[in-house]
């Protein structure tokens, strides 16, 4: 396991420094079914675009036929839709945990992503506010602009590290240097203005070697506060295509151990995801859109995480009727969700706060879990 505890440590290709993380690694671990039900989500996803300049293989957005397949739209956030997402956060008693703006595209490529940033800090809805980018667009100007606004922490998706493997994965981008060169500018650029930013590159294990992963961990250790690494995991629908490109994952998408026979998918109890038109799903993985819960063009953020669909949705989960939901049914992702979001033992006690019977009771010990 790859560690940041002062030791190298037998990792997935052979030894790995001791500076290359995963995610689980830097988490504060919280018991989320202690905590449910919940009154204000602990994450939302907002997606500013669902386009994208790469078409990653590992990637639903990186394949256009499978979209035409399932009709998903494609498109960008509008700002006013934006402002109306945020304002309506304010309506809930908690401040969001964590605000990531990005999901199923590259969010650089919509021009008000700066002014999204700021609009948002400004509102105070979340304690943190993050993007993944992959970093190809990145100029000073934006670098520059997302740092004033305020963001707190931005990923880089480093693809690879060769020119060649970049060019394998993406189909559209060649230019391992680049990356590293935005990613160094950036690093510059947030010194320079004396910003408290997080900047850390990550990587996906496609089968990398160990000296590829020395690679990355020696070109980006210098311009990162973190790296990390991570398997491809499986995703909803997996008849349609293998985004695990045959890999055999062995860990969940945060480096959790595997439980093949988990009933409930945690994710629309502390969840929601609003996709870039204003549809809302279940669940962060559905790519497919078709665990549609709402639309904030229409209702509040308030009433869709309280409303019938979702509270349907949850039931079905604590039930152990997840499989009768088609795209929940054959999904290899919930098999992988960290530990401590189980709530396989807790189905019993929790059935009848969402079934209605019981008053909902607020978590006021502040004992949450956090991403």
Not at 139 to 144: D, E, H, K, L, M
Not at 198 to 207: A, E
């Amino acid at each position: 396991m790859f560690s940041g505890c002062g030791k190298k440590q037998q990792g997935l290709r052979g030894i790995i420094p001791e500076d290359l993380k995963r995610y689980d690694e830097t988490k504060k671990l919280r018991i989320l079914a202690d905590c449910l039900p919940l009154e204000t989500p602990f994450t939302i996803g907002i997606d500013p675009c669902n386009l994208c300049n790469f078409r990653c293989r590992f990637c639903p957005t990186g394949h256009p036929h499978l979209l035409r397949n399932v009709k998903r739209p494609r498109g960008l956030m509008k700002l006013d839709l934006f402002k109306k997402i945020i304002d309506d956060l304010q309506a809930f008693p908690e401040k969001i945990k964590r605000l990531y703006l990005y999901h199923e595209g590259e969010p650089l490529l919509n021009q008000y992503l700066p002014e999204m940033v700021a609009y948002a800090k400004k509102a105070d809805v979340a304690e943190s506010i993050q993007i993944t980018t992959n970093a190809a667009l990145l100029t000073p100007s934006i670098a520059r602009s997302l740092i004033e606004a305020g963001l707190d922490l931005m990923r880089i998706s480093v693809e690879h590290v060769t020119d060649k493997g970049y060019l394998e994965l993406t189909e559209t981008f060649g230019d391992y240097e680049l990356i590293r060169r935005n990613v160094a500018m950036l690093y510059a650029e947030r010194d320079r203005l004396g910003s408290r930013m997080q900047i850390h590159p990550k990587i996906m294990d496609v089968g990398l070697s160990t000296g590829e992963l020395e690679k990355f961990r020696n070109d980006f250790r210098p311009i990162s506060d973190q790296l990390n690494i991570q398997q491809l995991t499986g995703m909803p629908n997996p008849a349609l295509f293998d985004f695990t490109l045959g890999t055999n994952p062995t860990e969940g998408s945060e480096g959790a151990r595997l439980k093949p026979d988990r009933l409930v998918c945690a994710q629309p109890f502390y969840v929601m995801l609003v996709k870039y038109s204003g549809v809302i799903v279940a669940c962060s993985e559905d790519w497919t859109w078709e665990a549609m819960t709402g639309d904030v063009r229409h209702e509040s953020m308030m009433d869709i995480w309280k409303g019938e669909k979702l509270r349907q949705f949850r039931v079905k989960q604590l039930r152990g009727e997840r499989r009768c939901i088609r795209c929940c049914a054959d999904c290899p992702f919930v098999k992988g969700l960290p530990m401590e979001n189980d709530l396989d033992a807790s189905r019993t006690r929790l059935l009848p706060f969402y079934e209605g019977n019981v008053a909902a009771q607020g978590d006021s010990t502040g004992n949450q879990h956090v991403e």
